[in-house]
Nanobody
Framework: VQLQASGGGLVQPGGSLRLSCAAS????????MGWYRQAPGKQRELVAH???????HYVESVKGRFTISRDNAKSTVYLQMNNLKPEDTAVYYC???????WGQGTQVTVSS
């Protein structure tokens, strides 16, 4: 397995989750790592990405609530999600190189 995502679950609105994605070193190094999500009936969208140089981008809807980070020593990328909203409910996927490599999805459900 080249990308292994974990950390999803059921959380109440306003709660937090941290997603993790462990990558094989050959994929992780010098690559853009990103998190995408796909809600039922919707297209997959890029949520956040971070380049190997530390340049970060977020989709507008998660700015100020989500934080992407990467631990190069562990070849792992994280997505800290705070103040979660029902509209954040989706399957979340990690990816390397703008969709060249994909991990399996992890379900995030925000519901009371």
């Amino acid at each position: 397995v080249q990308l292994q995502a974990s950390g999803g679950g059921l959380v109440q609105p306003g709660g937090s989750l941290r997603l993790s994605c462990a990558a094989s070193r050959s994929i992780f190094s010098a690559r853009v790592m990103g998190w995408y999500r796909q809600a039922p009936g919707k297209q997959r969208e890029l949520v956040a990405h971070e380049t190997s140089a530390g340049v970060i981008h977020y989709v507008e809807s998660v700015k100020g609530r989500f934080t992407i980070s990467r631990d190069n020593a562990k070849s792992t990328v994280y997505l800290q999600m705070n103040n979660l909203k029902p509209e954040d409910t989706a399957v979340y996927y990690c990816s390397a190189d703008w969709g060249k490599f994909w991990g399996q999805g992890t379900q995030v459900t925000v519901s009371s």
